[in-house]
């Protein structure tokens, strides 16, 4: 069975600093996903990582995937308010099928 | 608007209730999903659609029954549910079913809490 740990499971900062969340595993995925959930509502999909070793940005976001494909990190530059949700990793299997971690709940206030 | 709607948001139902769960995607999208999140637990993948074709069933107990009619429609019936099975049950759709990186829509999901 395929796990996925995400790191820490809840974190709460205040407006402005900076952040990394994890999200790790011992299987190798064909590629990673992040998810933003906002309560109330379903996840949304921020990233797809693909190739080993990947760094992707969007915006204040920078999302990385592991050399061995088997871990992923996203850093927040300048943490936001608007930035508060659930953030989920997920991997995909070459099977296409996603196995989730269960989240890291970001708190920033104002 | 995320593209996929799921009625009821909210269901509060006893244990000897029959109801159902509706899925609607507007995106073209030819695979749907149903997932089960709970507290404290990783999103749970349940049943997997394609082009109408039930291709993944993940070991679901018999009280929750899908039906899809058409790639646009995803239904989830419930009958004698168990406490445990109140969470937040989300439907999501992609282009297919098939290959890596296809991106999941989800919808917002539905509440379910049984009394």
């Known amino acids: 069975t395929q796990l996925l740990e995400q790191s820490p499971q809840f974190l709460s900062i205040q407006e402005g600093e900076n952040l990394t969340v994890y999200c790790n595993s011992s299987?190798?995925?064909?590629?990673l996903q992040w998810y933003r959930q906002e309560p109330g509502e379903g996840p949304v999909l921020l990233v797809t990582?693909?190739?080993?070793?990947e760094v992707k940005k969007l915006k204040r976001l920078t999302f990385q995937f592991g050399d061995a494909r088997k871990d992923s990190s996203l850093h927040i530059t300048a943490a936001q308010p608007g930035d508060t949700g659930l953030y989920l990793c997920a991997g995909v299997s070459r099977n296409y099928k996603l196995t989730f971690g269960k989240g890291t709940l970001l708190t920033v206030n104002p | 608007e995320t593209g996929v709607t799921q009625t009821p948001r909210h269901l509060v139902m006893g244990m000897t209730n029959k109801k159902s769960l509706k899925c609607e995607q507007h995106?073209?999208?030819?695979?749907m999903y149903w997932y089960k999140q709970s507290a404290k637990k990783p999103l749970e993948l349940m049943f997997v659609y394609n082009f109408k074709e039930q291709t993944e069933n993940n070991s679901v107990p018999s009280r929750f029954s899908p039906e899809c009619p058409n790639s646009s429609h995803l239904f989830l019936h419930l009958h004698t549910l168990q406490p445990e099975d109140s969470a937040l049950y989300l439907c999501a759709s992609s282009p297919r079913g098939g290959g890596s990186n296809q991106p999941q829509h989800f919808g917002d999901g539905t509440r379910l809490s049984i009394l």
């Open positions: 990582v693909v190739t080993g070793g």
């Open positions: 299987s190798v995925f064909s590629s």
């Open positions: 995106l073209g999208h030819n695979a």
